[in-house]
């Protein structure tokens, strides 16, 4: 079979970055677990909830003050994180297909919308995953915290008080206040997921990074890439 050879995509970055943030996310769902215990741990003031109903909010102590604050720089660093795992995502994926030299299961526009689409945002960015580990590793076997980091996730996205949630920051304070302990399992279940998903992506990173040596590739000729 007549083969020809090709440069992979940089990853290494990308792939430092993606893993980097996965963990500083992590942190501050920790952080924010952390003060959510310590909402609870002092106790809803005599003056009652921030959210006294009828438009009316009574002035935040400092300690609710900084749940704000937690609440508000985690969400900027879950968002930094999304946008750097995408990234990284992206180029695996390019150079995967390059590697095995076959056009991937799901077209460009899931490595986005597989994330938001319901039910199917159930199963297609493990599905991208898979794939790409797969064709990087030239191997059908999964290493085990592709399915850890995955099941995490969900639980923790659609656990009612994860990502996925409708309440405000005074809501969730009134919920650590009277009953903190699915709050803080849910950021537990998140921390765990984000400490897997930054494996899984130093894990694919590393592959490719190993696999391409010094830049680059054999692939078969008239392969789709």
């Known amino acids: 079979m007549n083969e020809h050879m090709v440069t992979l995509g940089p990853v290494r970055a990308a792939g430092f970055v993606a893993s980097s943030t996965l963990l500083l996310a992590g942190a501050a769902w920790a952080v924010r677990a952390g003060w959510e215990m310590r909402l609870a741990g002092v106790g809803k003031p005599p003056s009652g909830l921030p959210d006294q109903g009828d438009g009316r909010h009574r002035a935040l102590t400092s300690l609710e003050d900084g749940y704000h604050l937690v609440s508000s720089a985690g969400g900027v660093v879950t968002a930094v994180c999304a946008v750097a795992f995408l990234v990284w995502l992206g180029r695996v994926r ?36 898979a794939d790409v580990y797969r064709d990087s590793a030239a191997g059908p076997r999964l290493p085990r915290v592709v399915n850890v980091w995955w099941a995490l996730w969900l639980i923790g996205t659609f656990s009612g008080v994860g990502l996925v949630y409708r309440n405000s920051t005074d809501q969730l304070m009134a919920r650590a206040y009277d009953n903190v302990w699915p709050l803080v399992l849910s950021d537990l279940v998140l921390v765990g997921a984000a400490v897997a998903g930054a494996m ?14 010094e830049g680059l590739v054999h692939v078969a000729a008239g392969a789709h890439v």
């Open 94 to 129: 390019a150079n995967a297909r390059l590697m095995s030299g076959r056009a991937p299961r799901y077209s460009g526009f899931w490595v986005l919308l597989g994330w938001v689409v319901p039910i199917g945002n159930l199963w297609i960015p493990r599905a991208i995953i």
């Open 200 to 213: 899984v992506v130093r894990g694919v990173t590393r592959i490719q990074v190993e696999h391409d040596g």
